[in-house]
């Protein structure tokens, strides 16, 4: 994406803060929001802003949650992103919201991200393509409190290489 606007992200990651920070159903436990910091960031890669080819596609997967059960989810569709060199295809979810979003882990995941992995949000972009930001990947909100349930990355979104972009692993205030 050659429109890459670091202050536009700047601005989306100072609102999540805030959100974290000051809204009613923020996931930080409420013990941890006198000394919050703001969430740790990996920094702004206008390489990891991709667009691909996305194929939509109707069906419901089931897949882990959190606490160990499953949860299903309605599929969106599929997209095809390139790392570089290495091409993936990526399965992208509908949200509660409207809006899609994909599950994904990657090398990061267990060290400088969740473990259970991250959500960038997709896009579409025009009929076939989609755009995905990592820069704004979240982490779920079980990453924050284990007493929520989320959903994991299901096995296709599991990619090898590490995507440092988007929400790094959550840190308590001491």
Not at 140 to 153: G, L
Request: hydrophobic share 35%; with cysteine.
């Amino acid at each position: 994406m050659s429109d890459f606007d670091v202050n536009a992200l700047r601005q989306w990651r100072e609102e999540r803060d805030e959100f974290c920070r000051n809204h009613y159903a923020s996931p930080i436990p409420e013990d941890h929001l006198p000394a919050f910091p703001g969430l740790r960031y990996f920094d702004a890669d206008p390489t990891l802003a991709l667009w691909g080819p996305f194929s939509a596609e109707e069906g419901t997967i089931e897949i882990s949650s959190s606490t160990g059960g499953s949860m299903k989810y309605r599929l969106a569709g599929r997209i095809a992103l390139d790392f570089g060199a290495v091409s993936h295809e990526l399965l992208v979810l509908h949200g509660e919201a409207g809006e899609m979003f994909i599950p994904f882990r990657d090398a990061t995941s267990g060290t400088d991200s969740y473990v259970g992995g991250r959500y960038a949000p997709a896009v579409l972009s025009g009929g076939d393509e989609a755009t995905v930001d990592f820069n704004r990947a979240i982490n779920p909100y079980c990453a924050y409190d284990e007493e929520f349930s989320c959903p994991m990355a299901p096995e296709e979104n599991w990619l090898a290489i590490p995507v440092r972009a988007g929400e790094m692993s959550y840190v308590a205030p001491s």
